[in-house]
């Protein structure tokens, strides 16, 4: 089986903060289960834009950037370019969105038959209560 994950279950596995054990976990019970990862490649763009908005505000260093960009680049994930524009425009629709954005996720993962999970609460809601099954990541609880 295939599974979707959008970019801020790759920045919580490449960055270490509040959600980086829950995706790390994710990701080996992914690999466990040989399962394969897909993502957009809008993916890695707004993978970028997250880690330079965590660079400007000083929550992270450029080394650790750099690091991250590493766990990035070791993961096992596809990245795929957008086939479907009117899909994705049609399911942004139904979202009720102005932007393509988390659309192009859900695209993908219908055309794929995949799950798509996420840590983004807002969007599990509003795709589920149109019909569209996204996961949301374990919510992080402190030991």
């Given at each position: 089986m295939?599974?979707?994950t959008d970019a801020n279950v790759l920045v919580a596995v490449s960055i270490d903060d509040a959600r980086s054990r829950v995706a790390q976990e994710k990701m080996l019970e992914?690999?466990?289960a040989d399962e394969q990862l897909h993502a957009p490649a809008l993916a890695l763009f707004e993978v970028?834009?997250?880690?330079t908005g965590m660079l400007s505000a000083g929550m992270v260093s450029?080394?650790?950037i750099r690091t991250a960009a590493l766990v990035l680049d070791g993961l096992p994930v596809a990245y795929?370019?957008?086939r479907d524009i009117p899909l994705t425009i049609e399911i942004a629709s139904r979202l009720q969105r102005r932007s393509a954005y988390d659309a192009a996720?859900?695209?993908l993962a219908e055309q794929m038959g995949a799950e798509l999970w996420t840590?983004?609460?807002p969007l599990a809601r509003?795709?589920?209560s149109v019909g569209f099954p996204v996961l949301l990541m374990p919510m992080v609880t402190e030991p």
């Open positions: 295939a599974v979707v992914w690999a466990a970028a834009s997250a880690f450029a080394a650790q795929h370019p957008m996720y859900i695209a840590f983004d609460g509003n795709a589920a």
